[in-house]
């Protein structure tokens, strides 16, 4: 059999796998042992027991392949190298290896929305601050903000962007529905202000101003995780792999990339890297038995967004609806996705 190796096990290398197992000799490497639904993760910020509903083990949902937990240091044209010196061929190579936040703040009160780990590690944190700042105004800072504010009413959270608008990359309606709702709970939004430098319990914007806090959140500066390839490999630009209409890298027929590490110019959210996972995975097939390939075609999809636990919205192609069903709709996608991985 062909042997296929997937890096990353987020969205998009889950589902990748999910789809070639048993079909292939496949090899899942990832940093951890277990698939995480990450659209879920912020809730545990402010509720850490709902960390135990959003991982499953992958070899739970891959019984036919192999899983390799660790980090890859390198990757040439027929072989993957780990940082403990072991190499992994391969016929067939799925870059999934996703994104990270990227910031020169680097300090004891200072997070990162990136993992549960993490966030459960602040969780403690939170109980203690009076005021939190989140940085970024995009769908993470928003949601963020908004579990913040509804769980810690008593607390002063204020939300600062670079932008003129909330989640900017969504319909109007969407961003106004946002502000609004993170008003009404008390959040103060700065906007077109970017920080640039963090002193002592102060971060500062480009204005000068100072904005004292005792815990700080950054949901900005996200970086594609590209830093075991080469250029020999592939051609990057600041947003990640370059790639064709396959989601292959030009020139390598029997390499693909999928998810955040892409270059694919759309929304990064885990229904895109979901979507990536499925067609990379079955034009790996494809190829496997001579037949032909499909495109990638990025497009507006149904989007939902949570307004902490009982509020959110759901936006598309225009139509845009606010409230209770968004927040349940957001509820049973997590409730679905992770009993198809549990089985």
């Given at each position: 059999m062909k042997r296929v190796v997937i890096i990353g096990g987020g969205f998009a290398?889950?589902?990748?796998?999910?789809?070639?197992?048993?079909?292939?000799?496949?090899?899942?490497?990832?940093?951890?042992?277990?698939?995480?639904?990450?659209?879920?993760?912020?809730?545990t910020l402010v509720e850490p027991k709902h960390y135990r509903k959003l991982h499953v083990k992958h070899a739970q949902y891959l019984p036919n392949s192999k899983v390799v937990v660790g980090h890859?240091?390198?990757?040439?044209?027929?072989?993957?190298?780990?940082?403990?010196?072991n190499k992994i061929k391969y016929d067939y190579l799925i870059i999934a290896s996703g994104s990270h936040?990227?910031?020169?703040?680097?300090?004891?009160?200072?997070?990162?929305?990136t993992r549960v780990k993490h966030l459960l590690e602040a969780h403690e944190k939170i109980q203690k601050s009076e005021k939190i700042v989140v940085v970024g105004g995009g769908l993470v800072g928003v949601e963020l903000s908004a579990e913040l504010a509804t769980h810690y009413s008593e607390k002063k959270i204020i939300l600062i962007h670079s932008g003129?608008?909330?989640?900017?990359?969504?319909d109007i309606k969407s961003s106004r529905c946002a502000e609004y709702f993170l008003n009404r709970h008390g959040v103060k939004i700065i906007f077109n202000e970017k920080i640039i430098e963090n002193?002592?319990?102060?971060?500062?914007?480009?204005?000068?101003?100072?904005?004292?806090?005792?815990?700080?959140?950054?949901?900005?500066?996200?970086?594609?995780n590209v830093e075991f390839m080469t250029k020999k490999m592939s051609k990057f630009v600041s947003k990640g792999i370059i790639v064709n209409e396959y989601l292959q890298i030009s020139g390598l027929k029997n390499v693909f990339v999928a998810g955040d590490v892409s270059a694919v110019k759309e929304e990064k959210t885990a229904q895109n890297a979901e979507n990536h996972g499925k067609i990379v995975a079955n034009n790996v097939l494809a190829l496997l038995h001579e037949n032909e390939m499909k495109k990638y075609v990025s497009k507006k999809r149904l989007m939902v967004i949570s307004l902490g636990k009982y509020s959110?919205?759901?936006?598309?192609?225009?139509?845009?609806?606010t409230g209770l069903i968004p927040a349940?709709?957001?509820?049973?996608?997590?409730?679905?996705?992770?009993?198809?991985?549990?089985?």
């Open positions: 290398g889950a589902n990748a796998a999910r789809v070639l197992d048993g079909k292939c000799d496949l090899t899942l490497i990832d940093c951890e042992d277990f698939f995480e639904y990450t659209p879920g993760i912020l809730r890859v240091k390198s990757v040439d044209k027929n072989k993957v190298i780990l940082a403990n010196g936040y990227n910031s020169p703040i680097k300090e004891e009160d200072v997070f990162f929305a003129s608008r909330l989640i900017e990359r969504n002193i002592g319990k102060n971060i500062i914007g480009e204005s000068g101003t100072k904005y004292d806090y005792d815990s700080v959140f950054f949901t900005v500066g996200i970086k594609p959110g919205i759901i936006e598309y192609k225009g139509f845009v609806l349940f709709f957001k509820w049973m996608i997590e409730k679905m996705v992770m009993y198809r991985f549990r089985g």
